[in-house]
C-alpha cells in the first residue's frame, strides 16, 4: 500500500494540538524534519507540519532496535510519519517531545539543501529562487506569506462590508490602458493580443451594472529595468465606483489601510514578532500634498526638477519631511502624466488624480474617470492613442455611463511597506521579472 494512503501511519494530532496535558499519550505526527541536532548518542529532531513544530528525541535504548537501520536515512527536508509517546520536557521548544516507538519514511530527501531554514536571509536571492518551494518552508517566508494571506481575505473582508462585489474580468485583452511600452505581445489564434496591465476598462464598464466593483488578480507589465519594486507579474487590488469622486475614493483607501493594519496586528502577532516588526499607526488622515506643492518643495531642496515631470522615489527620498515617514497622498497631478482615462480638473492642465504612498513607494494610483464619451475620444486623441482600436469601450458610453472613480493598490507594495521588505520578490511565491521565467 503506498505510505501515504496507508491508514494506520494517519496523523492523529498536529504540533498545535499536542500540550503537556497530553504526557504519556501517544500519538501520530506528519510533517518534514527541519533540523537535526545531534549531542553524543541523542539525535534531536524538528518536525514541521502546517500549524508549527515539535521537537522528536532519538536516543539509543528509549527507540526499538528495529528502527536502527532506518536511522541514517533521517535527514533534513525528508518526510516523515512518527508513531510515539508524548513526554513533558521543561526543556524542549514547546515544554514537550516525541518519543518515537516507530517511524517511516515517507520521502527521502536525497540531497542537501543550500538553503538553510533558520536563517533570515541565508544564500543569495537567486539561489533561494531556484529553489523557491524549500525556500518558503524557512520561518522567515512562511511569516510573509502568512501575512500576505491575510492582507488578502482582510480586503475582501472590508470591500465587501462596503458594498463592493467580487468581479474577475478578462487578462487577454486587445489594447493598452497604462500606456504601450509596458505591454506584453501574445499570439491569441491569428491575432495579436496582449496580457492585461490593469483590469481599468472592464472594471469601469462595470459600474454601470453592479455600481460598486473589485477585484483581486494579476497585472502584466513588461518593465524594461531591474529594480526591486517592479515585477512583470504583480498582484493588484482594483476597485471602483459609480456616482463617486477621488475624494470618495482616498477615503475608502484610507479606511481600508487601517483596516488591514489592524487585521494583520491581530490575526499574524507571532509572524510580526519572528520578523521584528512593529507596525506603527497609520497617520490618519493621511497627508495630502498637492503635485505643485511638492514640486516647489522639491525645487526649493534644491532638486532639478520641473512642473510636469513625475516625481522619483529618490527625489523623496531626499526630502526631510516627518509626514513623509508614514502613509501620505500626491493630489492632483498633471493630466499630461496620467492615463487618458483620468478626468481633468476644471483648469484642464492638473487632474483629479492621487497617489497613495508609504514613504517614497508608491502604492496606488487612482482617480475620477472621464465619464462623457466625447471628453474620452479627445483625451485619447491628444495621447496619440487610435480611438478605433478603443471601439468596444467607447460605444458602452452611449447608454448612460455613471460618473465613477476607483484605484488599483499593489499588494506586493503594500506588502514591502508592511514586512520592512526592500525586494520585492521576496513577497511573491514565484516571481516574474525581466530575469525570470522559472520555477
Ligand atoms: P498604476 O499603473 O499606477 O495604475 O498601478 C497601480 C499600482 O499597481 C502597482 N504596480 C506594480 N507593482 C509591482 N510591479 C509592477 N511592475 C507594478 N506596476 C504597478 C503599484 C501601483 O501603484 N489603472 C490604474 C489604477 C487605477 O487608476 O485604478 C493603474 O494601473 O503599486
Given at each position: 500500500m503506498d505510505s501515504s494512503t496507508d491508514q494506520t501511519w494517519k496523523r492523529t494530532h498536529y504540533s498545535k494540538n499536542i500540550d503537556t496535558s497530553m504526557n504519556g499519550k501517544g500519538v501520530i505526527i506528519v510533517g518534514w524534519i527541519s533540523s537535526i541536532r545531534e549531542h553524543s548518542n541523542i539525535k534531536f529532531l524538528t518536525i514541521n507540519d502546517r500549524f508549527g513544530n515539535i521537537q522528536v528525541i532519538l536516543k539509543k535504548n528509549e527507540y526499538?532496535?528495529?528502527l536502527t537501520s532506518e536511522?541514517?536515512?533521517?535527514?533534513?527536508h525528508a518526510s516523515i510519519a512518527i508513531k510515539g509517546k508524548v513526554r513533558s520536557e521543561p526543556k524542549a521548544p514547546n515544554g514537550i517531545e516525541i518519543i518515537p516507538v516507530d517511524f517511516k519514511i515517507l520521502s527521502l530527501a536525497n540531497k542537501k539543501s543550500p538553503?538553510?531554514?533558520?536563517?533570515?536571509?541565508?544564500?543569495?536571492i537567486d539561489t533561494r529562487l531556484d529553489l523557491r518551494a524549500i525556500d518558503l518552508r524557512r520561518p522567515y517566508l512562511q511569516s510573509i506569506f502568512s501575512i500576505r494571506y491575510t492582507l488578502l481575505n482582510s480586503c475582501r473582508e472590508f470591500l465587501r462590508k462596503e458594498g463592493f462585489i467580487e468581479v474577475n474580468t478578462p487578462k487577454i485583452i486587445s489594447t493598452a490602458t497604462e500606456g504601450g511600452a509596458t505591454l506584453f505581445p501574445i499570439f491569441y489564434y491569428d491575432r495579436e493580443a496582449f496580457l492585461t496591465q490593469s483590469p481599468q476598462l472592464y472594471k469601469e464598464q462595470l459600474t454601470m451594472a453592479f455600481e460598486n466593483v473589485f477585484e483581486i488578480g494579476p497585472i502584466f507589465r513588461a518593465e524594461p529595468s531591474r529594480t526591486n519594486r517592479h515585477l512583470s507579474e504583480a498582484t493588484s487590488i482594483d476597485i471602483e465606483k459609480a456616482y463617486a469622486d477621488y475624494n470618495d475614493i482616498m477615503e475608502i483607501l484610507e479606511r481600508m489601510i487601517h483596516f488591514l493594519w489592524d487585521e494583520v496586528k491581530d490575526k499574524n502577532k507571532l509572524h510580526l514578532k519572528y520578523l521584528k516588526i512593529e507596525l506603527p499607526d497609520p497617520s490618519f488622515p493621511f497627508r495630502r500634498y498637492r503635485y505643485s506643492d511638492l514640486i516647489e518643495k522639491l525645487q526649493n531642496a534644491g532638486e532639478s526638477i520641473d512642473w510636469g515631470d513625475d516625481i522619483s522615489q529618490q527625489k523623496l527620498r531626499n526630502l526631510d519631511d516627518n509626514d513623509m515617514k508614514n502613509f501620505y497622498f500626491i493630489i492632483d497631478w498633471p493630466t499630461s502624466i496620467k492615463p487618458f482615462y483620468v478626468k481633468p480638473k476644471s483648469t484642464g492642465t492638473e487632474c483629479e488624480s492621487f497617489d497613495l504612498m508609504y514613504r517614497n513607494l508608491e502604492l496606488s494610483s487612482g482617480s475620477t474617470r472621464i465619464h462623457d464619451k466625447q471628453e474620452l475620444i479627445e483625451r485619447m486623441k491628444k495621447q496619440g492613442l487610435n480611438t478605433d482600436a478603443f471601439d468596444f469601450h467607447l460605444k458602452v458610453f452611449d447608454y448612460g455611463m455613471p460618473p465613477h472613480a476607483g484605484f488599483g493598490l499593489g499588494l506586493e507594495r503594500l506588502m514591502m511597506s508592511m514586512c520592512n521588505v526592500?525586494?520585492?520578490?521576496?513577497?511573491?511565491l514565484f516571481p516574474r521579472d525581466i530575469d525570470r521565467l522559472s520555477p
Amino acid at each position: 500500500m503506498d505510505s501515504s494512503t496507508d491508514q494506520t501511519w494517519k496523523r492523529t494530532h498536529y504540533s498545535k494540538n499536542i500540550d503537556t496535558s497530553m504526557n504519556g499519550k501517544g500519538v501520530i505526527i506528519v510533517g518534514w524534519i527541519s533540523s537535526i541536532r545531534e549531542h553524543s548518542n541523542i539525535k534531536f529532531l524538528t518536525i514541521n507540519d502546517r500549524f508549527g513544530n515539535i521537537q522528536v528525541i532519538l536516543k539509543k535504548n528509549e527507540y526499538p532496535t528495529s528502527l536502527t537501520s532506518e536511522i541514517p536515512k533521517i535527514s533534513e527536508h525528508a518526510s516523515i510519519a512518527i508513531k510515539g509517546k508524548v513526554r513533558s520536557e521543561p526543556k524542549a521548544p514547546n515544554g514537550i517531545e516525541i518519543i518515537p516507538v516507530d517511524f517511516k519514511i515517507l520521502s527521502l530527501a536525497n540531497k542537501k539543501s543550500p538553503i538553510v531554514i533558520q536563517s533570515r536571509k541565508g544564500v543569495g536571492i537567486d539561489t533561494r529562487l531556484d529553489l523557491r518551494a524549500i525556500d518558503l518552508r524557512r520561518p522567515y517566508l512562511q511569516s510573509i506569506f502568512s501575512i500576505r494571506y491575510t492582507l488578502l481575505n482582510s480586503c475582501r473582508e472590508f470591500l465587501r462590508k462596503e458594498g463592493f462585489i467580487e468581479v474577475n474580468t478578462p487578462k487577454i485583452i486587445s489594447t493598452a490602458t497604462e500606456g504601450g511600452a509596458t505591454l506584453f505581445p501574445i499570439f491569441y489564434y491569428d491575432r495579436e493580443a496582449f496580457l492585461t496591465q490593469s483590469p481599468q476598462l472592464y472594471k469601469e464598464q462595470l459600474t454601470m451594472a453592479f455600481e460598486n466593483v473589485f477585484e483581486i488578480g494579476p497585472i502584466f507589465r513588461a518593465e524594461p529595468s531591474r529594480t526591486n519594486r517592479h515585477l512583470s507579474e504583480a498582484t493588484s487590488i482594483d476597485i471602483e465606483k459609480a456616482y463617486a469622486d477621488y475624494n470618495d475614493i482616498m477615503e475608502i483607501l484610507e479606511r481600508m489601510i487601517h483596516f488591514l493594519w489592524d487585521e494583520v496586528k491581530d490575526k499574524n502577532k507571532l509572524h510580526l514578532k519572528y520578523l521584528k516588526i512593529e507596525l506603527p499607526d497609520p497617520s490618519f488622515p493621511f497627508r495630502r500634498y498637492r503635485y505643485s506643492d511638492l514640486i516647489e518643495k522639491l525645487q526649493n531642496a534644491g532638486e532639478s526638477i520641473d512642473w510636469g515631470d513625475d516625481i522619483s522615489q529618490q527625489k523623496l527620498r531626499n526630502l526631510d519631511d516627518n509626514d513623509m515617514k508614514n502613509f501620505y497622498f500626491i493630489i492632483d497631478w498633471p493630466t499630461s502624466i496620467k492615463p487618458f482615462y483620468v478626468k481633468p480638473k476644471s483648469t484642464g492642465t492638473e487632474c483629479e488624480s492621487f497617489d497613495l504612498m508609504y514613504r517614497n513607494l508608491e502604492l496606488s494610483s487612482g482617480s475620477t474617470r472621464i465619464h462623457d464619451k466625447q471628453e474620452l475620444i479627445e483625451r485619447m486623441k491628444k495621447q496619440g492613442l487610435n480611438t478605433d482600436a478603443f471601439d468596444f469601450h467607447l460605444k458602452v458610453f452611449d447608454y448612460g455611463m455613471p460618473p465613477h472613480a476607483g484605484f488599483g493598490l499593489g499588494l506586493e507594495r503594500l506588502m514591502m511597506s508592511m514586512c520592512n521588505v526592500d525586494n520585492i520578490r521576496d513577497v511573491v511565491l514565484f516571481p516574474r521579472d525581466i530575469d525570470r521565467l522559472s520555477p
